[in-house]
């Protein structure tokens, strides 16, 4: 696979960042079409793609607007199923496969049109996506950097530290644990970034907080906490 250029434009350097979760439903589409919009008025050109979809196309459709035209919906989310389920039993329930070979080609020929590119994947980290291959698979083969969204809320310390020690060593180090605060905080929420950081030295812990979703942008009080994600990314 050819590596996108690193060279530095617009402040940050060309990149390809893996969008991933603890779970499904988790938000990181939400997260995904507001970095990428974020991003887009600091005047860096990047673009989100969400490869494969199934049971709808909901989560390409916020995309596809995030990205402000940069790309068609079928670039976007080249392969959509109808059955709400894992991508790999949707495919199959069509007659179709899709292979790892198939979307790293898609998503590096994307890299090379734009300075930053992420890419949400469908599910959790380990979720199956296609003939022989998950999330882990697309994400090492990208050489992307992990973007790990995680429900603030009990357990999250658990599930987060099951992601990351699923990610081998290298990955680990790079990769960005983003807290989403859920509309009611429980006491665990208010400790789990000091405990997170503290079990797990080095990862990067920016916790977002919780935020409405609305036709007119971020948030203004979510402008600071996509900032604090950016900069970690730049890192």
């Not at 530095?8 to 893996?18: E, K, L």
């Given at each position: 696979m050819?590596?996108?250029?690193?060279r530095?434009?617009?402040?940050?350097?060309?990149?390809?960042?893996?969008v991933t979760?603890?779970?499904?439903?988790?938000?990181?589409?939400?997260?995904?079409?507001?970095?990428?919009?974020?991003?887009?008025?600091?005047?860096?050109?990047?673009v989100?793609?969400?490869?494969?979809?199934?049971?709808?196309?909901?989560d390409?459709?916020?995309?596809?607007?995030?990205n402000?035209?940069?790309?068609?919906?079928?670039?976007?989310?080249?392969?959509h199923?109808?059955?709400?389920?894992?991508?790999?039993?949707?495919?199959?329930?069509?007659?179709?496969?899709?292979?790892l070979?198939?979307v790293?080609?898609?998503a590096?020929?994307?890299?090379?049109?734009?300075?930053?590119?992420?890419v949400?994947?469908?599910?959790?980290?380990?979720?199956?996506?296609?003939?022989?291959?998950?999330?882990?698979?697309l994400?090492?083969?990208?050489?992307?950097?992990?973007?790990l969204?995680?429900?603030?809320?009990l357990?999250?310390?658990?599930q987060?530290?099951?992601?990351?020690?699923?990610?081998?060593?290298?990955?680990?180090?790079r990769?960005?644990?983003?807290?989403?605060?859920?509309?009611?905080?429980?006491?665990?929420?208010?400790?789990?970034?000091?405990?997170?950081?503290e079990?797990?030295?080095?990862?990067?812990?920016?916790?977002?907080?919780?935020?409405?979703a609305?036709?007119?942008?971020?948030?203004?009080?979510?402008?600071?906490?996509?900032?604090?994600?950016?900069?970690r990314?730049?890192?």
């Open positions: 050819k590596q996108a250029s690193q530095t434009a617009g402040g940050i350097r060309r990149n390809v960042v893996f979760g603890t779970d499904t439903g988790v938000g990181k589409t939400m997260l995904t079409a507001w970095l990428t919009r974020h991003l887009r008025a600091l005047g860096t050109d990047a989100a793609l969400k490869p494969l979809c199934s049971g709808g196309r909901d390409a459709k916020a995309l596809h607007a995030a402000g035209g940069g790309l068609a919906l079928d670039e976007v989310n080249p392969w199923f109808r059955l709400p389920a894992a991508p790999v039993l949707a495919a199959r329930r069509e007659g179709r496969g899709v292979t070979a198939e790293v080609a898609h590096s020929a994307v890299t090379l049109r734009f300075e930053m590119v992420l949400e994947g469908a599910g959790g980290l380990l979720s199956p996506l296609g003939e022989g291959f998950d999330n882990r698979d994400l090492m083969a990208l050489r992307a950097t992990p973007l969204v995680v429900p603030n809320r357990g999250a310390v658990n987060a530290r099951l992601v990351l020690g699923a990610l081998p060593k290298p990955l680990q180090k990769a960005v644990v983003v807290l989403v605060d859920q509309r009611t905080k429980d006491a665990a929420a208010r400790t789990n970034a000091s405990l997170l950081s079990l797990e030295p080095g990862v990067l812990i920016c916790p977002l907080p919780w935020l409405e609305t036709a007119n942008g971020i948030p203004a009080r979510g402008v600071k906490a996509l900032d604090e994600v950016v900069k990314l730049q890192g």
